[in-house]
């Protein structure tokens, strides 16, 4: 019995010197092959995304808290390696130190190659699955190439009218509120829009780009939101004869007013809105003689009907001044429909939209309007008091 204690004491001796020793440990690799390997599928980026039991913490676990190389003493950032991921806490909330916006700004000069690893050339998800793109985050950057050239495709001009409707306050955050370059960008937009609200001019979108505004005839097609310029397109139409036409017969054409609510700024009710294109056609009381008449605006046809500017108007013998002048109860105006997209046709020519004399006026030629109304027509028939012309009121003398 005591030889039996002898040999099992023996041998816990010699387990317990075995197991005291400094054993080398067996060279096990930690990631399997192609980890750094892009276009393997063990590649580490790859991995993270369809393990689910594999998150950053477990990276952090070798390479620290902040990925720069804790125990395992190899960083995650560096020259051929990660620049801007494992992105920081704060990376997507624009308050914050660690704000991707201010990070690309001052640590990268704004060189998206590094996101693009991950989020793929055209940000939309990449390898990454995570667009940067969406109703809560960028809508309009990163900005593809050629957002800067307007004959480019993606010239921002075209891009923000098409995917964002002029939502110009998705521009602020980068280029600051009023565009000027104090946003995170530190990019001025005025450069080039040099007008006094910036982007938010009326002929940014709409007019003349290179004059001043005001006069409103500058913001007022040519060119439409379509880029067209020629008078065939329906957003063109006769914008310019009632805007900047001198040769207008009346002192009240040249106001937007009368067929559209003109909005105050960019974003005020009713402008840059969610409904679709075409714009609003809204006529003021001029245009409907103050409630008598109901204009009527037809885009299929592009066609303007009933309007008191063209002739529909009807002064009433019974309450007239001047009832001997009255060849019927009623005197009226041709009600002329008007083509909108055809201003070249003689369509407000002098008796187009009343007749010389008028419908139940008395039978007079008509070189001899002047006799009567002399403050407003000449012996030619030109219009010499523009203010007393088409302007809601029956002037007579």
Excluded at 6 to 21: H, T
Excluded at 286 to 292: E, I, K, N, P, V
Excluded at 360 to 368: F, I, K, W
Aim: a negative charge; aromatic letters at 10%; hydrophobic letters at 30%.
């Amino acid at each position: 019995m005591r030889a039996y204690y002898r040999i099992v004491s023996l041998f816990l001796i010699a387990l317990w010197l075995s197991c005291s020793e400094q054993r080398i440990p067996v060279a096990v690799p930690t990631h399997p092959a192609g980890w750094m390997d892009t276009q393997s599928p063990n590649f580490h980026g790859k991995v993270l995304l369809v393990d689910s039991s594999l998150t950053l913490r477990s990276c952090q676990s070798c390479h620290g808290e902040d990925f720069r190389g804790g125990k395992a003493g190899i960083g995650c950032y560096g020259q051929g390696c990660h620049i801007s991921f494992p992105h920081p806490e704060g990376f997507a909330i624009p308050g914050a130190e660690a704000f991707h916006g201010r990070f690309l700004q001052q640590t990268l000069n704004y060189d998206l190659s590094s996101c693009q690893h991950c989020h793929g050339e055209n940000f939309e998800g990449g390898d990454s699955k995570v667009s940067c793109y969406g109703s809560e985050c960028h809508r309009v950057y990163p900005h593809p190439e050629g957002f800067a050239d307007e004959q480019d495709a993606t010239f921002h001009g075209v891009y923000i009218a098409e995917n964002v409707q002029w939502n110009l306050r998705l521009c602020r955050p980068c280029h600051g509120r009023t565009y000027g370059g104090k946003g995170i960008a530190k990019k001025n937009c005025r450069r080039c829009h040099t007008q006094d609200n910036g982007p938010e001019a009326c002929n940014t979108c709409h007019g003349d780009f290179e004059a001043p505004v005001p006069p409103w005839a500058n913001a007022a097609p040519p060119k439409d939101l379509g880029d067209h310029t020629l008078p065939e397109a329906i957003g063109v139409g006769a914008h310019p004869h009632h805007l900047a036409d001198t040769t207008l017969t009346t002192a009240y054409a040249r106001d937007c007013r009368i067929c559209h609510l003109q909005p105050d700024s960019l974003f005020a009710a009713g402008h840059v809105d969610n409904l679709p294109l075409p714009a609003e056609v809204q006529f003021n009381p001029l245009a409907a003689d103050s409630g008598r008449v109901l204009p009527l605006w037809n885009r299929e046809q592009a066609t303007c009907a009933s309007v008191y500017c063209h002739g529909a108007f009807v002064f009433y013998r019974d309450s007239s001044q001047y009832p001997a002048f009255y060849a019927d109860s009623v005197i009226t105006g041709n009600f002329a429909t008007v083509i909108w997209n055809q201003p070249e046709t003689g369509q407000a020519e002098c008796g187009t939209c009343h007749g010389l004399p008028p419908t139940g006026h008395l039978p007079v030629g008509a070189s001899s309007c002047a006799n009567c109304h002399q403050r407003v027509v000449d012996a030619d028939l030109n219009i010499i008091g523009k203010d007393l012309h088409i302007n809601g009121r029956a002037d007579v003398f």
